[in-house]
């Protein structure tokens, strides 16, 4: 049974994120679904790295290597649907996902992607496909012209 989108939680729309659209640079991502899957990622991830880092403090081999080899297997494995999830997300609001490379710009690059991520996507159809809110919403298409009879 599909769940609708309004009732996903954290879990659904990461399991969206990474085994329904794993390498799926096409289309676009809701702010909810890249948020909880970053959200998401945070919240394993932190863990692991503190576990290393105890590890280290209290010198003990084995607690460093299960934290780093945790850490770094699910940072490698969720690489490629992050990226997606930031492609996607871009596209929600018209970018293209080449536009993530503008966070190279030291500083000012990181906070303009930012402030896209946090941006509302467009309401209607744009380049990248339909609004992934209301996806049997109207379309409206101005440049259309029709032929009166």
């Not at 970053?38 to 991830?45: A, G, K, S, Y």
């Not at 969720?78 to 536009?99: E, F, Q, Y």
Request: glycine fraction near 8%; charge should be neutral; proline fraction near 4%.
């Amino acid at each position: 049974m599909q769940k609708e989108e309004s009732n996903y939680n954290m879990i659904d729309w990461w399991k969206k994120a990474v085994f329904k659209n794993y390498a799926n640079f096409q289309g676009r991502a809701r702010r909810a679904e890249y948020w909880y899957f970053t959200l998401f990622n945070m919240l394993v991830i932190i863990p692991f790295y503190f576990i290393a880092i105890m590890g280290i403090l209290k010198e003990s081999s084995g607690l460093t290597t299960l934290g780093t080899t945790i850490y770094v297997l699910f940072a490698l494995g969720t690489i490629v649907p992050g990226l997606a999830a930031c492609v996607r997300r871009l596209h929600d609001i018209n970018k293209s996902g080449w536009n993530y490379f503008i966070c190279l710009i030291p500083l000012v690059g990181g906070i303009i992607l930012l402030v896209w991520f946090f941006t509302d996507g467009n309401r209607f159809t744009n380049n990248y496909g339909e609004d992934p809110k209301n996806p049997a919403g109207p379309e409206f298409d101005f440049e259309q012209t029709t032929i009166a009879g």
